[in-house]
């Protein structure tokens, strides 16, 4: 579902913030869905049941805290269920993928700037931020 999001931030493109939005929005409502599920019914297909890490990195680069909220919520399920990581964990992983997938210097900058804007209106991604 973010396939040609990825690979545009590792061409140094960002994405169309329009057509980034609508999938969001879709891939949210997706994992609402799946996450009401008995895990044994999630699927594996990123088309039906988004990846989660490449959702996050979706809504830090739209800087939308609404749908921040919603999904770490959708995080902190998700991980419960797996007995995974805590949510600080995984934004930590999530973020430092995508800084390791700009291309070059400057445009690692400017995706720092990007997610420094979310930052500043949300305190764990702050934290997050200056502890890479």
Not at 2 to 24: K, N, V, W, Y
Not at 63 to 87: F, T
Request: hydrophobic content about 45%.
């Amino acid at each position: 579902m973010f396939a040609e999001m990825l690979s545009g931030i590792r061409l140094g493109q960002l994405p169309d913030p329009t057509l980034l939005r609508g999938r969001c929005h879709a891939a949210i409502t997706k994992k609402l869905a799946f996450v009401c599920l008995p895990p044994v019914y999630w699927e594996t297909d990123p088309k039906r049941n988004p990846d989660t890490a490449h959702l996050f990195i979706a809504v830090l680069l739209l800087n939308e805290p609404d749908m921040l909220e919603i999904l770490k919520g959708i995080i902190l399920m998700e991980q419960a269920e797996r007995g995974g990581i805590s949510l600080d964990e995984f934004m930590r992983q999530s973020l430092t993928d995508l800084l390791e997938m700009a291309p070059d210097p400057q445009f690692k900058l400017l995706l720092r700037e990007i997610v420094g804007a979310v930052g500043s209106r949300d305190d764990s991604v702050r934290t997050l931020l200056s502890s890479l």
